[in-house]
């Protein structure tokens, strides 16, 4: 399982663009990239997933170079309720089955008014 | 459409006493993972469950057990209780057949947890 390293904390203002960087330069070929969300007290809720280049949702982007040796996610126009830890995930998914995540600590996003 | 839920929402243990908690996958999902979260951490897969056995486990001692039952609910044991098993306790579900792209993707929706405390 590939190792990720993002920064343990990051704080920012409400209406900022928020980017959160994550290293993983021993993804594997058959490697996805997926980000999670978590509040205090709560399970992490699924924010997006992408291979290559970038994927964007309704409440996420996510930008991964050509080597995919890293990954940003990026929050819009972040809010209060954005306060949370993100957590970045690498690994493959194999056929039947949901592979075990592996989280690392995640970056405790602090969003001030 | 209710999501995965758990129960109880808080427990209370001493040490050495056994405790037995229970989820509830998503509608429709017929897999079941288990993960314990201590205090500041990342979760960490304990194990997981689909057609009623354990699949693939982490790296978590035999005291540790589960089971799922026809329904696709499951249980979560831990027998012989530590201080150090005080964790959020979380479950989370998913559809195996469900496919995306080029690899099977499943995407796992976790439950609010049942946070216990070993005394």
């Known amino acids: 399982l590939a190792k990720t390293t993002q920064p343990i904390s990051m704080d920012s203002y409400e209406g900022q663009e928020v980017n959160i960087t994550c290293s993983h330069n021993?993804?594997?070929?058959?490697?996805?990239i997926t980000w999670y969300q978590q509040f205090p007290s709560q399970g992490p809720r699924f924010i997006i997933q992408g291979y290559k280049t970038k994927v964007t949702n309704e409440v996420a982007s996510l930008f991964i170079p050509a080597d995919r040796k890293s990954s940003t996610l990026s929050l819009p126009r972040v809010s209060l309720s954005d306060t949370a830890v993100y957590y970045c995930?690498?690994?493959?998914?194999?056929?039947?089955?949901?592979?075990?995540?592996?989280f690392g600590s995640g970056t405790q996003l602090t969003v001030l008014p | 459409d209710a999501g995965v839920t758990q129960s109880p929402t808080h427990l209370i243990k001493t040490r050495g006493q056994q405790v037995t908690l229970r989820c509830s996958p998503k509608?429709?999902?017929?897999?079941v993972s288990w993960y314990q979260q201590a205090l500041g951490q990342g979760p960490q897969f304990i194990f997981q469950?689909?057609?009623?056995?354990?699949?693939q486990r982490g790296n978590f001692p035999d005291r540790f057990s589960g089971h799922q039952f026809p329904n696709y609910s499951s249980e979560l044991n831990v027998n012989a209780l530590l201080l150090g098993d005080s964790a959020l306790y979380l479950c989370?579900?998913?559809?195996?057949?469900?496919?995306?792209?080029?690899?099977?993707?499943?995407?796992?929706?976790f439950g609010p947890g049942t946070r216990l405390t070993v005394l």
């Open positions: 989370a579900s998913s559809d195996r057949t469900r496919s995306s792209g080029r690899a099977s993707y499943n995407e796992q929706f």
């Open positions: 995930l690498v690994g493959a998914f194999s056929s039947g089955s949901a592979r075990q995540l592996t």
């Open positions: 469950y689909y057609e009623e056995e354990e699949r």
């Open positions: 509608s429709g999902h017929d897999t």
């Open positions: 021993n993804i594997a070929t058959n490697d996805y």
